[in-house]
């Protein structure tokens, strides 16, 4: 749906905006994923090792839940990930639940998520260079209320 009719949509129905932004997110959403793929890591992979990097020392229940996905399955991955050297795993100190395991980034996981950065930005910026001033004055004002969106609680 052109932008016009997305504005227009606004004034008439928040479904209806809903319907016109939905698909131009996905198809952005899968074109960033492509990127990661490109670096040979999956988009769950840099998601997961984005979340280590971001609260490192996180332990396998917790990014389970962060996640949204079973103990069972987030044990794989991270099983995973650490053989292949990304990520690195921590016993709890002495005296604490040595059950628990916590999680950090290796420096092989700080490249991978580096490199991953790197090809999604260019991507995202050979795009951008190819739009208008005016649009990327349009695009930078959005970001406030799409942070807003996605932060939103159901």
């Known amino acids: 749906m052109p ?5 227009d949509a606004l004034d008439e129905d928040v479904a209806a905006l809903a319907d016109a932004l939905r698909p131009v997110m996905l198809k952005l959403s899968r074109h960033l994923r492509r990127e990661a793929q490109k670096v040979g890591v999956s988009a769950l992979d840099a998601q997961l090792l984005g979340v280590v990097k971001a609260l490192p020392g ?6 389970a839940d962060i996640e949204q996905m079973s103990r069972p399955a987030m044990s794989a991955h991270i099983k995973r990930l650490a053989d292949a050297g990304w990520l ?5 100190e002495e005296g604490a639940d040595r ?17 991953i950065r790197r090809s999604r930005n260019n991507w995202l910026a050979a795009r951008l260079e190819g739009l208008s001033l005016h649009e990327r004055r349009a695009l930078a004002d959005a970001l ?8 939103m609680k159901s």
Do not use: F, N
């Not at 996180?58 to 990014?63: D, F, K, P, R, W």
């Not at 690195?88 to 709890?92: D, F, G, L, V």
């Not at 406030?144 to 932060?151: I, Q, S, T, W």
């Open 3 to 7: 932008e016009r009719a997305a504005r």
């Open 58 to 63: 996180v332990g396998v229940c917790e990014l």
């Open 88 to 92: 690195e795993r921590a016993e709890e």
């Open 99 to 115: 059950r628990r395991v916590r999680l950090r980034l290796s420096a092989k996981g700080a490249q991978a998520l580096s490199a």
């Open 144 to 151: 406030g209320p799409l942070e807003r969106l996605v932060e």
